[in-house]
């Protein structure tokens, strides 16, 4: 939803499914892929336009809310999960914030598929409901519910930590970490700096770094 909330994205017939880019050239690398399930619940919860060329774009945008001016990466609340307490910005989130500075050349600081990427971990993140978010621990075997057709909560949780798992691992310690804090935990930059340890003003490129091996992950560059 986050990314197809973005400017530009469009969600057309791809294959199988529906792929999703940022922009209207088909020369543009798809970012996320739907399949018709999601694609449903996409169509229900937002208001989809459809295009001449094809496709559709999202007209129904949430509104993001923004921390005030001159306080990026604000802390707002401290939460409390079974890894223990964890500073999570309820306001505008780093990665966000990030997308919108730029370098002294004026080139965005983030690339839009460092920012996809780190968008499609987190909704991987949030598939799991609110119990399947108490831990950061991925390799949780389900129970299974047998006799029932299609998978249960409990299989979708594990495929979705699959998934995530693999992703954290193509990024590699010593960088998956500040991707555990930002992207799945809401940390805000300078918390995750400091639980980590790492030197000041240093948290931005680690996490620069991590997303772009991420992007690779997911075949978004």
Known sequence: MRLLARPGAVVEPQGAGYGVRLGASRRRCVMLTLDDAAFAVLAREATLKPRREGGWTMVARPEVATPPPGRPGVIEASVETAEGMV???????????????????????????????????????????????????????????????????????????????????AVGPGLREILERVCLMGSALEAAEAALKLPRRTGKTVLKLALQRLARHYRMV
């Open 87 to 169: 500073q999570r910005n309820l306001g505008e989130s780093p990665i966000a914030w990030l997308a919108r500075r730029r370098d002294s050349h004026g080139r965005p600081w983030l690339a839009p598929a460092e920012v996809a990427a780190a968008e499609r971990l987190r909704e991987e993140y949030e598939s799991l409901g609110t119990l399947g978010r108490m831990t950061m621990r991925w390799d949780v075997t389900p129970r299974v519910d047998g006799g029932r057709p299609g998978l249960a909560p409990a299989e979708r949780d594990h495929a979705a930590r699959q998934r995530i798992a693999r992703a954290l691992d």
